[in-house]
């Protein structure tokens, strides 16, 4: 038996569009099953984009509270060796003042010595 069907051209594009047509509402079909779906991976990606910022945003307080910790921790550290460097100029500038002193006594003593011992021999002679 023989094939009566009659293939023209216009029988084919009504076929095809057809088709077109299934394929189209076979794919709204699917996409509307699918959307609830959809919707709640949505809805997890953005909490787990949300939960990453809140993450990325606390390392950087945590970044900037050591930052600001060490900063002070070195002010302070520079104040702590100004402090020493000032106390050891102190100490030295101390220091020198009392060898100068002691030095400026034990000047004073010799003279002292020396003016009685010449004192003596005045009046010895006298």
């Known amino acids: 038996m ?10 084919r594009r009504i076929a095809a ?3 077109k047509s299934g394929l189209q509402n076979a794919y709204r ?5 699918a959307e609830p779906a959809r919707l709640a991976r949505q809805a997890e990606r953005m909490a787990v984009a ?6 990325r ?3 950087e307080r945590m970044k900037r509270s050591e930052a600001e910790r060490r900063a ?5 550290r520079q104040k702590a060796e100004d402090a020493a460097a000032r106390a050891e100029t102190e100490a030295r500038e101390t220091a020198e003042r009392d060898r100068i002193a002691r030095v400026l ?4 003593a ?11 021999r005045k009046a010895r002679r006298a």
Do not use: I, P
């Not at 002070?72 to 302070?76: D, H, I, K, N, T």
């Open 110 to 120: 010799r003279k002292a010595e020396r003016d009685r011992r010449y004192a003596n």
């Open 29 to 33: 079909t699917a996409r509307s099953a």
């Open 17 to 19: 569009a057809e088709a």
């Open 2 to 11: 023989k094939n009566t069907r009659n293939n023209d051209l216009s029988d």
């Open 50 to 55: 949300a939960a990453r910022e809140e993450r």
């Open 105 to 108: 006594e034990d000047e004073a």
């Open 57 to 59: 945003l606390e390392r």
């Open 72 to 76: 002070a921790e070195a002010v302070e």
